[in-house]
């Protein structure tokens, strides 16, 4: 009898925790988009973001620890997981609750000034007594990550953060990047004291105690020849990143075409993680067009290896923007079934298998409306049954309710406004992409670290 009397009860508090928990993975997810700019967050998002961890880690410690690695490991959004690794032990902490925290804080550890911006966060939130669990974790991180080429690359006075475009005017205008400054190398070591795996890494430490570093790199601008060296040992991503200077300093021919077969290659443009905003990014950078070939092709290599967005979905994009096109039309790409209109009511044919770049050059050709004002009659007109709808705007302001579930991305201004009846994201960058199958899952209580190889949206067609 007592059994049948709680049982009510445990189903109600079992649905609240899983509220709560689906309550943080979304409303985390949603600011994928500021990498980590975590400092750009609303106020009350920040402080939401750390109390729904320290919650979470009551409730669900192992969903927890899961969840951060996974941030950490599979989004850009490095700095928020650290001030959930220390909210994470600080609730184990309270609680008197032992285990866990050192692995923890050593799975979100990935990069070698990682464990400086978590001991500067939690000197700066909790005070300068740093626990055990975090000393060891960060220790054994420490061990894992110093080398030489670490302290050349990390072991400065900078933040090294990765912010997204959106967030420099907000630099200028509110003070520049507020959190503190990563403790160095040398710093962390006096603190934690690792022990070093070999003498190698020995005088690693020695040298970042007595505040010395290698010496650096030679300086200066490189020529058509030194690209010609330099290049086929630099990650793609910073060839990406570099072709323009590559043209202008007269980039040989032969190096030219080394650096497109690199680019031609899918599984090298996958594990680079270059997505078609990023390589849009750069196709509009580049003077020559003897890249845009080899370009087009790339930006949909790393689609091609993204979850699938089930059911039929109504993306409406902002036409002015090249940006928004390129985003809105890689989320078509994604999806089983899509229709393409622009804000202002002119509907977008797709074309099977295209590459998004190429997309761009029918978009923009293409007699569709002149930019103006949104026209939400024409966009209500053009939804008929869809599963979801998307817009991909400038700016997003009021928007309209559809009775279906509802995604909206902001990619120029910052500051997208919180609208009822739609989830809304800051910046569209090639991390987002693949958001809404992920979050549509988690709302069926799968959760994209279980099922890493696999399209989610199968995984969700099991559960439904």
């Not at 603190?191 to 570093?213: I, K, M, S, Y």
């Not at 040992?233 to 080394?258: K, N, Q, S, Y």
Request: with cysteine; charged share 25%; proline share 8%.
């Amino acid at each position: 009898m007592a059994r049948s009397l709680l049982g009510p009860f445990r189903s109600r508090a079992r649905r609240r925790r899983e509220a709560k928990i689906e309550g943080l993975f979304v409303s985390t997810v949603t600011r994928i988009g500021y990498r980590d700019a975590f400092f750009l967050w609303p106020e009350h998002a920040r402080n939401a973001f750390a109390a729904s961890v320290r919650d979470a880690a009551r409730r669900d410690p192992e969903w927890t620890a899961a969840f951060l690695k996974w941030l950490r490991t599979a989004t850009p959004m490095r700095y928020p997981t650290l001030v959930g690794a220390a909210a994470f032990v600080a609730e184990r902490l309270d609680a008197g609750l032992h285990g866990m925290s050192r692995r923890v804080v050593g799975s979100v550890l990935r990069r070698a000034d990682d464990p400086g911006h978590l001991l500067a966060h939690w000197v700066s939130t909790y005070g300068r007594a740093v626990p055990k669990p975090v000393k060891r974790g960060v220790a054994d991180a420490v061990v894992r990550l110093y080398d030489e080429a670490a302290a050349r690359s990390h072991d400065t006075a900078g933040h090294g953060l990765a912010l997204p475009p959106f967030a420099h005017p907000d630099l200028m205008n509110n003070g520049g990047i507020r959190v503190p400054r990563p403790f160095r190398f040398g710093q962390v070591i006096r603190l934690v004291h690792p022990v070093a795996r070999d003498e190698r890494q020995n005088a690693v430490f020695r040298r970042a105690l007595d505040g010395r570093r290698p010496a650096p790199g030679r300086a200066g601008r490189p020529s058509g020849d030194d690209w010609e060296r330099i290049a086929p040992l630099l990650p793609l991503e910073e060839v990406l990143h570099g072709l323009r200077r590559m043209d202008a300093a007269g980039l040989p021919f032969e190096a030219a075409m080394e650096i497109a077969e690199r680019l031609g290659d899918a599984d090298a443009v996958r594990a680079a993680g270059l997505g078609p905003v990023r390589i849009a990014a750069a196709w509009r950078a580049v003077a020559d067009r003897r890249w845009a070939p080899v370009l087009e092709r790339a930006a949909g290599f790393l689609l091609e290896a993204m979850p699938r967005i089930p059911g039929r979905t109504l993306i409406a994009i902002d036409h002015d923007h090249p940006g928004s096109a390129v985003f809105g039309l890689a989320l078509a790409r994604l999806c089983a079934s899509a229709d393409v209109v622009t804000l202002e009511g002119g509907a977008f044919p797709l074309v099977p298998g295209e590459s998004p770049l190429h997309a761009l050059h029918r978009w923009r050709a293409s007699d569709l409306p002149s930019p103006g004002r949104s026209d939400w009659a024409a966009v209500r007109e053009a939804f008929a049954g869809h599963d979801r709808v998307v817009v991909v705007d400038d700016w997003v302001g009021s928007l309209p309710e559809f009775g279906v579930p509802s995604y909206a991305w902001q990619t120029g201004h910052s500051g997208v406004p919180e609208v009822p009846g739609w989830l809304t994201f800051q910046g569209a960058g090639d991390e987002a992409l693949p958001i809404i199958p992920v979050i549509e899952a988690a709302r069926d209580g799968v959760w994209p670290w279980a099922c890493p190889q696999e399209d989610l949206s199968h995984a969700r067609e099991r559960v439904t």
